[in-house]
């Protein structure tokens, strides 16, 4: 939302904002976080709001390229925590081209029409959100890459498990 609300310089506007994602990181880790989730900006471009089609401010460039120096802030921002925790990104921006690209929208780059929130022919519900079936895309994106992290239930249940097998195995050996 920053980035569509900028009437002062960008830059600072992106700076402000990458602050605050680190901040948060930041926080999460201080609580004991050790699996956080990020994920960059899609392509403002390819919105109706900023692709000339439904939009006010007609500005594909400009709205990909607000993207484009916010991910590059961030990625520069992600970097100390890539190794410091286990840190899962989605690549927004690179996910919706890729849909715009394989045509997986009927109507891809205009707003939804008709008011069908659940309508699988459009990629955005109105000048900026996406509809319920394209935030479910980038849910299973999201999913996918988070799917391999145990849950700590389940990392108790197999130290519990191996204790069983090595008291198991030390009462067989003495008898």
């Known amino acids: 939302n920053d980035l569509l609300n900028i009437s002062s310089d960008p830059n600072a506007v992106i700076t402000n904002a990458v602050t605050n994602i680190s901040l948060g ?3 999460l880790i201080g609580a004991g976080a050790q699996n956080i989730l990020v994920m960059n900006m899609p392509n403002l471009g390819a919105t109706p709001l900023m692709n000339g089609q439904n939009g006010m401010l007609d500005d594909p460039l400009g709205g990909a390229y607000l993207a484009g120096a916010f991910n590059d802030a961030l990625d520069l921002a992600l970097t100390p925590y ?3 925790i286990n840190l899962f990104e989605v690549d927004v921006f690179d996910l919706m081209d890729q849909f715009i690209a394989d ?3 009927d109507n891809s780059v205009n707003m939804l029409q008709d008011n069908l929130p659940t309508s699988e022919s459009y990629m955005f519900w109105d000048k900026i959100h996406p509809t319920t079936y394209a935030h479910s895309l980038i849910a299973q994106a999201a999913y996918n890459e988070v799917a391999s992290v145990p ?3 389940t990392l108790v249940l197999m130290g519990v498990g191996m204790l069983a097998l090595a008291a198991a195995r030390r009462i067989y ?3």
């Open 25 to 27: 990181i930041n926080s």
């Open 151 to 153: 849950e700590p239930a």
């Open 103 to 105: 045509g997986m929208f």
């Open 173 to 175: 050996a003495l008898k």
């Open 82 to 84: 890539r190794t410091a």
